[in-house]
């Protein structure tokens, strides 16, 4: 198994710190200092399917045949906390289009969202992987879209500042050699007062914006990233020093600079783009990849882990061998 394509759907919209200073008591010195984040995106007009259709299309555009990859494909999952709909899923809007898109007569299967907060991405992969897996089919395609400036509300700033939109898709490929060396996959719903979206129709909400206790969230999810790092590399028997690449979920540059130090894997071997999105949740790693891709970091058999860290609390990390 291996990741043989990636694309991605930025929106065109930049909202930056200056912008930001003009709705909510802030300052760009204090986002930058205390985030990484310079800027983020905003989809205006467009949904959270529309951006993941965008993002496969532009995945697709690396084959002559896409229709051909497409029937070969066993299913769809999309890793989003800010879906169209509860139901249908954002998975089935997708390849709804796609049907119509490409006149698929053998469209991917099976469709279902991931809702794993910001470490949706990585759970969809490890549902993908294994799916695949026990399939005669030789693809699976996993994408993270995110629209959060529908879910955080702009009068709170210690929480609208951090958020971005945006969509990433990657293809998984069945292959003779797995390029998967371990997943770290966990949860530990005991905290879920300190980050949380309530849904519509909860009545003890007084809105439905999204909630965070930052300050301890942050402590928990350095914690958590250290140690599901330390672990796939553990279960590889892999040392910090092998490592070429980590992508991580794009949170906070602090969060990024402690795991670090706690891991033992230089800050430079991070691949960071915080300061021009923001947190796009479960799209942030799909979107770092992507860019490191088309920058042509990743080499053959770099060895890169992705890790991620969210809601529920969830958390997860793998480490691929490219
Ligand atoms: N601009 C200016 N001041 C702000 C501010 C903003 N946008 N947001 C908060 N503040 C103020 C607070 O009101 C507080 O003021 P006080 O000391 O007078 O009470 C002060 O800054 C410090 O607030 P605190 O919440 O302790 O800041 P922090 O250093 O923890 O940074 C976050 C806040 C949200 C950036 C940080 O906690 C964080 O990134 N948390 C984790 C986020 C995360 O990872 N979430 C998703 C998981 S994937």
Same mark, same amino acid.
């Given at each position: 198994?291996?990741?043989?394509?990636?694309?991605?759907?930025?929106?065109?919209?930049? $909202?930056?710190?200056?912008?930001?200073?003009?709705?909510?008591?802030?300052?760009?010195?204090?986002?930058?200092?205390?985030?990484?984040?310079?800027? *983020?995106?905003?989809?205006?007009?467009? @949904?959270?399917?529309?951006?993941?259709?965008?993002?496969?299309? +532009? =995945? !697709?555009?690396?084959?002559?045949?896409?229709?051909?990859?497409?029937? +070969?494909? =066993?299913?769809?999952?999309?890793?989003?906390?800010?879906?169209?709909?509860?139901?249908?899923?954002?998975?089935?809007?997708?390849?709804?289009? &796609?049907?119509?898109?490409?006149?698929?007569?053998?469209?991917?299967?099976?469709?279902?969202?991931?809702?794993?907060?910001?470490?949706?991405?990585?759970?969809?992969?490890?549902?993908?992987?294994?799916? &695949?897996?026990?399939?005669?089919?030789?693809?699976?395609?996993?994408?993270?879209?995110?629209?959060?400036?529908?879910?955080?509300?702009?009068?709170? *700033?210690?929480?609208?500042? &951090? %958020?971005?939109?945006?969509?990433?898709?990657?293809?998984?490929?069945?292959?003779?050699?797995?390029? /998967?060396?371990? %997943?770290?996959?966990?949860?530990?719903? *005991?905290?879920?007062?300190? $980050?949380?979206?309530?849904?519509?129709?909860?009545?003890?909400?007084?809105?439905? %914006?999204?909630?965070?206790?930052?300050?301890?969230?942050?402590?928990?999810?350095?914690?958590?990233?250290?140690? @599901?790092?330390?672990?796939?590399?553990?279960?590889?028997?892999?040392?910090?020093?092998?490592?070429?690449?980590?992508?991580?979920?794009?949170?906070?540059?602090?969060? !990024? #600079?402690?795991?670090?130090?706690?891991?033992?894997?230089?800050?430079?071997?991070?691949?960071?783009?915080?300061? #021009? %999105?923001? +947190?796009?949740?479960?799209?942030?790693?799909? !979107?770092? &990849? #992507?860019?490191?891709?088309?920058?042509?970091?990743?080499?053959?058999?770099?060895?890169?882990?992705?890790?991620? /860290?969210?809601?529920?609390?969830?958390?997860? @990390?793998?480490?691929?061998?490219?």
């Amino acid at each position: 198994m291996r990741i043989s394509a990636c694309g991605a759907y930025i929106p065109s919209e930049v $909202l930056t710190n200056f912008d930001l200073e003009k709705i909510v008591d802030t300052s760009d010195k204090w986002i930058t200092e205390r985030t990484g984040i310079k800027e *983020r995106r905003i989809e205006k007009d467009k @949904s959270t399917s529309f951006m993941a259709f965008e993002a496969v299309k +532009n =995945l !697709l555009k690396n084959f002559k045949n896409p229709k051909e990859i497409l029937e +070969n494909t =066993l299913g769809i999952i999309v890793a989003t906390s800010t879906p169209d709909y509860l139901f249908p899923s954002t998975a089935c809007i997708v390849q709804g289009e &796609l049907i119509k898109e490409y006149k698929l007569d053998n469209p991917p299967q099976v469709c279902f969202d991931v809702l794993a907060a910001c470490s949706g991405f990585i759970y969809s992969l490890y549902n993908a992987y294994n799916l &695949l897996k026990n399939s005669e089919k030789k693809y699976f395609i996993v994408i993270g879209s995110e629209r959060y400036s529908k879910i955080v509300n702009w009068e709170d *700033r210690s929480t609208c500042i &951090l %958020f971005g939109d945006g969509a990433g898709a990657v293809l998984l490929e069945k292959t003779e050699k797995d390029h /998967f060396l371990a %997943f770290d996959i966990g949860s530990d719903g *005991r905290q879920k007062h300190l $980050l949380y979206v309530p849904c519509v129709g909860q009545d003890s909400e007084k809105n439905y %914006f999204l909630k965070m206790k930052g300050n301890e969230v942050f402590k928990i999810a350095v914690r958590t990233l250290e140690k @599901s790092i330390l672990n796939v590399l553990k279960k590889a028997n892999v040392s910090p020093e092998e490592i070429s690449y980590v992508i991580p979920h794009q949170a906070n540059i602090r969060i !990024l #600079k402690l795991v670090s130090e706690r891991t033992k894997i230089p800050l430079e071997k991070f691949f960071i783009n915080i300061e #021009k %999105f923001g +947190n796009t949740s479960a799209a942030s790693i799909p !979107l770092a &990849l #992507k860019e490191a891709w088309d920058k042509n970091l990743i080499k053959k058999d770099d060895l890169v882990v992705f890790t991620a /860290f969210g809601g529920g609390f969830t958390w997860g @990390s793998t480490l691929i061998r490219f």
